[in-house]
């Protein structure tokens, strides 16, 4: 079974606008403390705080910075940062010149997958290099990708690329009905004109895709302005997820905290008999790298005993979370992966959706729900009142 490091910490950083006045001057904070985080399973402490510069990033320019090719799409949804789906998207693929190119800073502190995680990355079959994702800034709110963002192109000329290549490909008499559909949509978009575009569009994900494909940054145009967010909601979201993958299952709980809960507690079924022995729990705490050291820890403890598994969240600063959610739209975000150890799937699922908060350190709004990759059934979340 391939389990992942037991920390892992995604890059969040300020939001300051979607037009194309991007940040050109961007300091980089190298070796910054990283907030520590207290993990305790069974008890025992397990990690302990890491440096941003201990940090093992592969292919990073001399020059701090690199060429990134820019895409954008038009049909208001916003992926997964893992998204392949290049059909949808307007902007001349990799290689191909054209006025989708950009910049970006090489030497931001991004999210990082690797050869440690290889479910998240592949080889290219003639040369066996890697060709997966290794390092990206993802927020679907848009609010934590610009500063790893030194120089992007206009909306206009990526659009007037995509009328190029579709004109072309119509004068070549290929598939005409759909490349003139296309196009009228493409025209459309640039009759809005660029008051509206650039305005309008919120680079979501900055990413390495590989040494092959390089850096990608992709955007979407929304029809409202991206300068006000959706205000974050005042609550604890709890989600339980259990997963499918190729040679292993695990449950992984999702907890965003919002609101000042001083502690969460949660509860899961599961016995002995279906989880991994010895099992780590790979907690995830996601928060950000360019902090002041001035707040409290946040400790994450499980038991895992004829109970099931109880995860409890505490030591969580309030002013911390409304820090978080006033500088990058959201809170604090821990998440636990447990190993499963059977193949009845079903047996599984019959259990974790009876799984529940059992209690919140302060009276608070709490929501979520209980899914699983084998079934389409949703259950809500218990909540269990103190």
Known sequence: MKKTSLLALIATVVFSSCTNDYLNNVEVQEGVQLPETRVFVQGQMVNNGTKASDLAWPYVSSEGWETARFSIRADGTIPDYKDKSSSLYYGRPAGKPGKNRGKVLTAYPYGHYNDRDLDYTKKDKKTGNNIGLF?????????????AILEAPLVEDILADEVDDLQAKIDKNQNVAKNTAELEKVNALIALGSEYL??????????????????????????????????????????????????????????????????????????????????????????????????????????HDEKGITILIKDIDPELIEQYKEEFGDGLTVEIHSYCKTDDQDAIWEKVKNSCVVTTGKPCTVVGQITSAYNEEVVPVKIMKP
């Open 135 to 147: 390092r990206f800034v993802y927020d679907p709110k848009g609010m934590q990708t610009q500063k």
């Open 198 to 303: 650039n305005s309008h569009v919120l680079w979501y994900v900055v990413k390495e895709v590989g040494m092959k494909n390089g850096w990608h940054v992709n955007g979407v145009i929304r029809d409202y302005e991206i300068g006000e967010p959706d205000q974050t909601p005042e609550n604890v979201e709890v989600d339980i997820h259990q997963q499918e993958h190729a040679d292993w299952s695990e449950i992984k709980t999702s907890v965003h905290v919002r609101t000042d809960a001083e502690s969460v507690e949660i509860n899961i079924p599961l016995s002995f008999d279906d989880i991994v022995e010895n099992d780590d729990f790979d907690i995830r705490v996601y928060k950000t790298y360019f902090k002041d050291d001035e707040y409290n820890d946040v400790t994450v403890e499980i038991t």
